[in-house]
C-alpha cells in the first residue's frame, strides 16, 4: 500500500518576492524601451532611403552615407553601455547627512563638471522596505522636469546607490527661512507660486511627493525652486503610536519667544530623524490619501514664511504628529502678526479637511485664489527672483550645513555588482538625451558634402599606346592578372602588394594556367632552348618554391620574401 504523504507548502520569502519584482519591472521596462527603439529606427531608416532616392543620389553616395550613420549608431551604443564609478568623480564636501546615507560636492573628472552625488546604503533601504521609494526616485529624477532636480546618472557598487545631480549652490529653502526669518507677503507669493506649479508637475507625473518640506525645497544660483529627494525622506523612520482618542490640550503655537523657537527648529530639521511637521494627518492615519497631502504641506510652509515657524512646531516629534493629528483644536493664526485676508484665507484653505481643501478639483482653483493676484504663472520663471543667492564660485558651498568626514569616498568593492533588488537602476542622460543618428542624418542631408570621385584623365593622342607594344599590355593585363585573385585575403595588404609586382611582368593574356600548362609541355618535349621572341621563358629554376609558395602566405608570420615572376 502506497503511503502519500502531504507535501509541504512551498514559501516564498519577502525578500525573494522583492527581487522577482525588480527583476520582473527591470525586463519589462528594458524591452519595451528596445522594441520602441527598433520601431522607431526601422521608420527613419525607411524615412532615409526614400529621402536619398528623392535626392537622385547616387549609390556610392547613399553607401557612403549610409556608413556615416552606422558608425554615429556605434558611437551611441557604446556610450550608453559606458559604466561609472566612484573613481570617475573627485569629491570636494559633504553637504547633507540623512539616515539612508550622505550628499556631496564632486567634480566629474573627464568633463570637470561640478555636481551632487547622493550616496546611499543598500542595506539601509533594504531594512526599511524602501526599494518603491528609491525606484521612483530614479524615475522622476530621471525625466524632463524643468521643477526637478535634474539626474546626470546614476550607478551602483556592491554597497551603495548613487544619484549624480546638478549643484544647486543656492542652497534650500531652510537656508532661506533661517536667513530670513519672516518674509514678506510679496516674497512668499512668488517662492508659493513656483512651489504650485512644481507639485503640479510631479502630480501630472502620477506621483504623489508626500515629503515636501523646506530642506527638499532647492535653490538655484538664480534664485528659483526645484523639488528633490522624492520617497526618501530623512525623518520616515519615525513611526509614532499615537492614540486617535487621546485628548491633546490646545496649546498655543508660540509660547515662547520667536527666535528662541526658531533655533531649536532649525536644529531638529537639519537631524538625521527630522520633522513632520508639514505631513498631512491622513498620512499618519493609513487610511488612504490622494495628491492633496502636498497641497497641505504648501499651506504649512506658507505659514512657516509669514509667521516664522509651523503651526503644529514642537520640540518633541511626537506631540508634532499629535498636534497634526488633532489639527482642528491646535491650529490657529496669531492675532499679533498683520496678514492680508487674502493670505489668511489662503493658508485656511490648504491647511483643512482633505474634503474641502483647496486643490482637490485641480491646481487651477489654487491659481485662481486672490492672494496669485497678478502673478504671471507662465512666464515666473524668468522673473528676477526676491532672494539672491550669494554664491563666489562653482565649488561654493556656503549655503549648505558643513557634515565632518564618517567613511571615506571610495572603498575597495568586487568588480562583479550585486545588484539584485536593484536591477535597471543605472541611468545615463547624456546619452538618453542624444537623438537619433537616423533621424539626425535624415535633417540634415541637404547639408553634407559628398566626397568628389577623381575622374581618370584621359591621355593625349600622341602618348595613347598601339596595341602590341609594351606599354599596351602592361596596362591590359592588369584586369586579367586581377580575375584569377578575387578572393577575400587578396584585400590585405601583403597580397595587394605582390599582385601590383605581379601584375608588371605578367604579359598579354597569360594566366597561371598557361603558365603551368606551357612548363609541362617543354618538360615532356625535354625542349630547353629559349625563344628570344616569346614572352618568357619558363624552367623549373624560374618557378618559385612550393615551401616558399606557402611560407609567404598572408596566414604565415613568416611572411617575409616577395616572389616575382620575371
Given amino acids: 500500500m502506497d503511503h502519500q504523504f502531504p507535501r509541504k507548502q512551498l514559501v516564498i520569502s519577502n525578500s525573494t518576492k522583492d527581487k522577482v519584482e525588480a527583476c520582473k519591472r527591470y525586463i519589462e521596462r528594458k524591452y519595451t524601451d528596445l522594441l520602441k527603439a527598433e520601431m522607431e529606427r526601422r521608420e527613419d531608416w525607411a524615412k532615409l532611403w526614400e529621402k536619398m532616392k528623392d535626392m537622385q543620389l547616387k549609390a556610392q553616395d547613399q553607401e557612403y552615407y549610409k556608413q556615416l550613420v552606422l558608425k554615429k549608431e556605434a558611437e551611441l551604443m557604446r556610450k550608453k553601455r559606458m559604466k561609472f564609478c566612484t573613481d570617475d568623480f573627485e569629491p570636494i564636501a559633504i553637504i547633507g547627512r540623512g539616515a539612508f546615507g550622505e550628499v556631496r560636492v564632486c567634480r566629474i573628472k573627464n568633463t570637470k563638471e561640478i555636481v551632487a552625488v547622493k550616496k546611499m546604503k543598500k542595506c539601509e533601504m533594504l531594512a526599511k522596505n524602501q526599494l518603491a521609494h528609491i525606484r521612483a526616485e530614479r524615475d522622476i529624477l530621471s525625466q524632463e522636469n524643468p521643477w526637478v532636480v535634474e539626474l546626470k546618472c546614476s550607478f551602483q ?31 512668499a507669493k512668488f517662492y508659493i507660486a513656483e512651489l504650485v506649479l512644481a507639485v503640479d ?167 485662481i485664489h486672490p492672494f496669485f493676484q497678478g502673478v504671471d504663472w507662465k512666464k515666473i520663471r524668468e522673473k528676477i527672483t526676491p532672494y539672491q543667492p550669494q554664491v563666489n564660485h562653482e565649488i561654493d558651498t556656503q549655503n549648505f550645513e558643513k557634515f565632518e568626514e564618517e567613511e571615506p569616498w571610495n572603498w575597495n568593492s568586487s568588480r562583479r555588482v550585486k545588484k539584485d533588488h536593484f536591477q535597471g537602476y543605472s541611468f545615463n542622460r547624456q546619452a538618453q538625451k542624444e537623438q537619433s543618428p537616423v533621424r539626425v542624418a535624415l535633417e540634415n542631408i541637404d547639408k553634407v558634402e559628398f566626397p568628389k570621385k577623381q575622374q581618370p584623365t584621359q591621355q593625349p593622342q600622341s602618348q595613347i599606346q598601339q596595341p602590341g607594344s609594351p606599354s599596351h599590355r602592361k596596362v591590359i593585363a592588369k584586369p586579367i592578372a586581377y580575375a584569377y585573385n578575387k578572393s577575400a585575403r587578396s584585400n590585405s595588404p601583403v597580397n595587394k602588394n605582390q599582385q601590383q609586382n605581379s601584375m608588371k611582368t605578367i604579359p598579354q593574356q597569360q594566366t597561371l594556367l598557361n603558365i603551368l600548362s606551357q612548363y609541362k609541355r617543354n618538360s615532356n618535349n625535354n625542349n630547353n632552348s629559349s625563344n628570344n621572341n616569346s614572352a618568357l621563358n619558363y624552367s623549373s629554376s624560374r618557378l618559385p618554391n612550393l615551401k616558399s609558395v606557402r611560407e609567404q602566405s598572408p596566414r604565415s608570420p613568416r611572411n617575409t620574401q616577395k616572389y616575382y615572376y620575371q
Fill in 201 to 367: 508637475s510631479i502630480h501630472k507625473m502620477n506621483y504623489i511627493h508626500r515629503d515636501l518640506k523646506p530642506d527638499n525645497i532647492l535653490i538655484d544660483r538664480k534664485g528659483h525652486l526645484k523639488l528633490s529627494d522624492f520617497g526618501l525622506c530623512k525623518y520616515s523612520e519615525i513611526k509614532p503610536k499615537v492614540e486617535l482618542g487621546r485628548k491633546i490640550p490646545n496649546q498655543n503655537p508660540a509660547p515662547t519667544p520667536i527666535l528662541s523657537k526658531m533655533q531649536k527648529r532649525r536644529q531638529l530639521a537639519l537631524s538625521t530623524v527630522g520633522t513632520p511637521d508639514y505631513i498631512a494627518p491622513e498620512v499618519f492615519t493609513q487610511q488612504g490619501y490622494t495628491e492633496t497631502v502636498d497641497w497641505w504641506s504648501v499651506g504649512v510652509m506658507l505659514y512657516e514664511m509669514v509667521v516664522g515657524y509651523p503651526p503644529f512646531f514642537s520640540d518633541d516629534p511626537q506631540t508634532t504628529c499629535q498636534n497634526i493629528l488633532h489639527w482642528q483644536s491646535t491650529f490657529q493664526i496669531p492675532q499679533d502678526i498683520s496678514l492680508s485676508p487674502q493670505c489668511i484665507d489662503l493658508i485656511r484653505r490648504l491647511v483643512a479637511d482633505h474634503n474641502e481643501r483647496l486643490g482637490i478639483n485641480g491646481v487651477s482653483e489654487i491659481k
Fill in 157 to 187: 557598487d556592491d554597497k551603495y546607490l548613487y544619484l549624480v545631480m546638478e549643484y544647486m549652490a543656492g542652497g534650500d529653502l531652510m537656508t532661506l527661512l533661517m536667513k530670513k526669518d519672516i518674509l514678506t507677503e510679496d516674497e
